[in-house]
Every structure is written in C-alpha cells, then in structure tokens.
C-alpha cells in the first residue's frame, strides 16, 4: 500500500489535471523525484514539498498530514524551509509567529 502522501500528491495532481512533467515545470521539481514520491520509494523534502504544493495551490500539509510543520501557517513555511539562510532576528520573529498561531 502506497503511503499516504503518495496518495494524496497523485490525488491533488489528478485533481488539478497534470502529468508528472506537467508538475514539474511548475514546480521545478525534477519529474523522477515527484515520480519516487508518488511511487513511495523516497520521502518528500520539505523544500520539494512547499514547491509542489505552491505549484498545486494547496498546501503542505494537505500532501503530508505527516510533515514536521504541520501546525506552521502556510505563509511561513517558505521562511522555515530556509531557516539556514535566516538572520537571528528573522528566525525570531518566525518563531514568535509559530507560537502565535499554535496557541489559538
């Protein structure tokens, strides 16, 4: 059985009425990786996950119910998946963002 974000990637791209090829020039994901994620031979990377999800106007989460950020809003995940290219005070404000929408 195909994991779940196998499923719902194939599902969403379906959905939308796109090939493979098609997502990944949207995306800019390579076509053999979105291929090893649908065929659930490779765990999606977030970087990958928010540029397929952009390119399929949905979100992370509804991909991967499973992905670390989950309870991050949609808007901050880009931030987050460069976290390494962030200045202190950037990742604070991030952080504090994080805290806001998880505690309501």
Known sequence: MLPMYSR???KIRTKRGLTQGE???R????QQVISSYETGT???KIEYLVALAKALNCSVYEIDKDTA????PSELIPA???WHE????KKGIILAAIRKATEE
């Open 86 to 89: 962030l200045s202190f005070k």
């Open 69 to 72: 950020l989950a309870p991050v």
């Open 80 to 82: 987050v998946s460069r």
């Open 23 to 25: 997502l990944s020039e």
């Open 8 to 10: 719902n990637l194939i």
């Open 42 to 44: 490779r765990k999606p």
């Open 27 to 30: 995306s800019a994901v390579p």
